[in-house]
């Protein structure tokens, strides 16, 4: 268990006390700024290993003093295109995919540009602006007969401060300006336009985050975002899109220098459809939801033979309804997300289920069994991810738990390893058979810290039905889980663990270092666990609040300050 | 929908393994940069990865006169090559196989080695890097991996430095390519992105037209190299090297921009398609997509677009079905991980060996299509064919998947079985044996880098001499 993250020390939670006031942010950037001075190492991008230990709890690793530069992703390219340009041609789709490591597509460590994904960009300019070009040449504010170099100019300083989500500077503007002269000597002035609108989308500013920060005059010593990143920060992690005009205004006149001020633009982004996408975004991924699809989950017609795609985007369509609802609706989300029996069915999943009411496609709230169904955890969709194509897993599932809902990362598998199970043998449970696990200790390492768990889940089959039997034999589906903070390790069904995940200590840190994460496209480190406490602390206090945490993320010190400009 | 064909007007069609003439190939050898007339021909690195595994014994070549081991047999779950050296050539194709009887005396199978650093799961992104994975996504290749060496060796002067594709290549678990550490070289799935991107110039009439488009492609990349330099004062180191690695992405871009493409001589393939659903990324779908990835290899190589290409069939632990061969359960669930008393299950890996030995002959007959010199492109080429795990169900990682075809003009003598000593201790809980790295330090040879070891040093004896001619 050496590898195991845990839960910071009390110490750290004195820290967290004063919960977004200045004078906590202060106090913890006195720390980060220090850090960057005795380590210069220490912002090289490197936090993306996966078994970073709770252990050295050292200032090197500070929080602040990480790489700021964030490259756009895929889904964020095309929204910000969309909300730029009103385009909907979603070019990003055929880029190469975003590295999903830590669980998500936004983690700066592994953002590169490979020569294949900077073609793409070029490529995709080209298409776009090849489009867009004559609406934007027909709203110039300029007469035909002044179509001139200051006619673009006005054009690049005002498009390019939307597409560059800040003011360009004059050389940029300059540069800009020497590639509209050397297009339009030969192809005019329409063309030049439509070069220097596509230089715009392949330069860093469009495509990558980059913040280079200012001094906060009253707090010498200290930095922030400039108001312009500020608003580039909150509109990317809330919309996962570039800022709209009123950010944009209250980046002009410099509102957004003032954290309050960040917290209430951030709940006015919070009650938008955008914030409802980026949060179904990262439900898809921390939950696995995205992979309740037909390539990632196939079943054997002869064991299974109900399985069918349309099935199973029901349960996917179930899984992201209830999850969303959890998230927006339940007050204690936390609480409804592991112990709810109050679902959404269509009347192929109703049927499924066993339960009265909807009779269409559409989507309907539904009522389940109250001992069979609470929570995320006994619903057919994820019960059927992890599973094998012909019966369960209850490795898969083990390993849901251990590495999506604690947090705890696994041990590589030994060097001799063989992943080979036993001969399958007539009137064999899964129990049974996976219990070799145990006896072969090169298994035993790493499957011990699975198998207890996912053994909890033999109540629900490979489809994620219900079952008293298996094999002719009674189903036991007694469970243990340890290094969960809970009171006793062992439950008996998938039930029972979803209460017991529901106030688990252990459960409330994941979700919120699951949202750093996200919210911070960075691997947490060991000096982040003070920072992890507070949030995880505060998400305890709301009752487990989901729109809370996410706005106490915009009210870290990790989102208002920045380490000083330029500094290695 | 329409039928799916890529047509080439005089190229490559026909029967299996019929030479067509392409006459042009010859004809615009002269205008290359840096292939003087009579300058060899360029060498060719090819790799062709297949996932999760074999049914070993079926799998490998038999000793004259061995029975054919029953695919109702249980595997051996201690498959082992023999302690014995072994190098012959009167070798019986194994029953998984048998379709590379054809091209025997092209094939060599080396038996023996064992995965550098990695087992199971954990070799596939490391399978030619030769490193150890590091864990955790895109993270794993922990460096270089072969084709990309030996793409900066032979890539300078084509169009491409290197090619990527797949057929139903997730990212799960990282690429099989990559260009150094934490920088992977993802592959395209999607046959028609891949001919948009590589054969965009091909066949161009209007040459005018070409010439413009990469004057404002370098006027845009200048631009915004240019840009960035403006910013890098004012950044700290590690935002640098992020825009640094933006800006180098871009310079390569733009420094490929003039490199000549097949020129007129090159005729551009077509893809027909009455919708984008046969690219899609379907199981089902497989079947057409290995046969367009591999028509478009075998055509970017005859057009001299690049000469070094990857292809990634499945990926690790792939949840990808296989319904042509009617197998509907999946590749690593389904067939990796049943018992060796699942008669039924190993038997649909065998099945899923033939046919992946199929897809290699098939490629070894496109190579073979295309005359270059005396005789043809596959005469340049050495083609690795590997796997990231050796027994299927027991993700074994000692015996690696190893089978080369040609002979890097005349590097490698081919039509061998050949089998590696094992001798000395275990290692690390690893049976006495070679390393895979062993293998890929000597293809480096084979491409003409005359470096002493490849991936982990530790790892990296000698080359396997045993192997050249």
Partial sequence: MANWRHLGSLAALTVAGNFGCQASVDER???????????????????????????????????????????????????????????????????????????????????????????????AAEQVARVAAPALLAQLPCAASSRDTACVESFVRNFGQRAWRRPLLDAEVTRLLGVYQAESVDGGFDAGFALTLETLLVSAPFLFRIELGEPVPESPGHYRPTAFEMATRLSYLMWGSMPDAELFARAADGTLRVPAQVGAQAERLLHDARAHDTVAHFHEQWLQLSSIEPTHVAKDAIVYPEASDALLTSMRTEAELFVADAFWNQPSGLSALFTSNASFGDARLAAFYGVPGPTGATFEPVTLSASERPGLLTRAGLLSLFAHPDGTSPTKRGKFVRTRLLCQPLPPPPANVKAMLPDRLPGQTTRERVAAHKTDPTCAACHNLLDPIGLGFEQYDGLGHFRAEEAGKLVDASGSIDGADVPSPAFVGAAQLGQMLASSATVRSCVARQWFRFAYGREDVAADEAALSHLAQAFAESGGNFPKLLLDLTQMPEFLERTAPGVP | MKPLTLNRRSLLRGAAGTALALPWLEAMQPERRGLAQAAKAPKRFIVFMTSNGTFPERF???????????????????????????????????????????YRSDVTFVEGLNSSGNVGHAHWSCSLTGQHNEGGGYESGGGISLDQQIANHLGADTKFKSLQLGVLNRTDGGPNSWFGQKMPALAENNPKRVFDRVFAEVGAVDTTAVDRLRRQRKSVLDAAVGQIGDLRTQLGAADRAKLQNYTDSLREVELRLTNATGGVHCEKPSIETGSGEAWEFESSNAPLLMKTQLDLLAMSLACDLTRVITLSFGYSASSMTLPWLGINTTYHD???????????????????????????????????????????????????????????????????????????????????????????????????????????????????????SFGDPTESTAPLDVLKA
């Fill in chain 1, 29 to 123: 950037s006195d720390t980060a700024a220090g850090a960057t001075t005795t380590n210069p190492a220490s912002g090289a991008g490197s936090g993306g290993s996966a078994g970073v230990g709770g252990a050295s709890t050292t200032a090197v690793d500070s929080a602040i003093a990480q790489a700021v530069v964030r490259r756009l992703t895929r889904r964020e390219y095309n929204s910000t295109l969309h909300e730029l340009l009103a385009d909907t041609s979603q070019p990003a789709n055929a880029f190469l995919p975003d590295d999903p490591s830590l669980g998500f597509d936004n983690t700066v460590a592994a953002q590169t540009v490979s020569p294949v994904l900077a073609e793409q960009y070029l490529n």
């Fill in chain 2, 60 to 102: 490998w070549p038999m000793l004259p006169g061995q029975a054919e081991y029953p695919v109702d047999k249980p595997p051996s779950s201690a498959f082992f090559s023999g302690p014995s050296a072994l190098d012959i050539t009167d070798h019986v194709m194994g029953p998984s196989l048998k379709s590379l009887e054809r």
């Fill in chain 2, 334 to 452: 389904g067939l990796s991980h049943a018992p060796d008393n699942d008669a039924g299950a190993q038997a649909n890996l065998a099945k899923a060996d033939e046919w992946t030995a199929q897809q290699f002959v098939s490629l070894i007959e496109r190579l073979k299509a295309i005359p270059e010199g005396d005789g043809t492109v596959f005469d340049n080429s050495v083609i690795l064919w590997t796997n990231e795990m050796s027994k299927g169900n027991s993700h074994d990682a000692d015996n690696i998947p190893i089978v080369l075809a040609g002979t890097a003009q005349g590097f490698f003598r081919s039509g061998r079985y050949v089998r590696l000593e094992r001798k000395g201790e275990p290692r690390n809980g690893r049976p006495p044996g070679r390393w895979t790295n062993d293998l890929l330090v000597t293809l480096q040879h084979s491409m003409g880098i005359d470096a002493p």
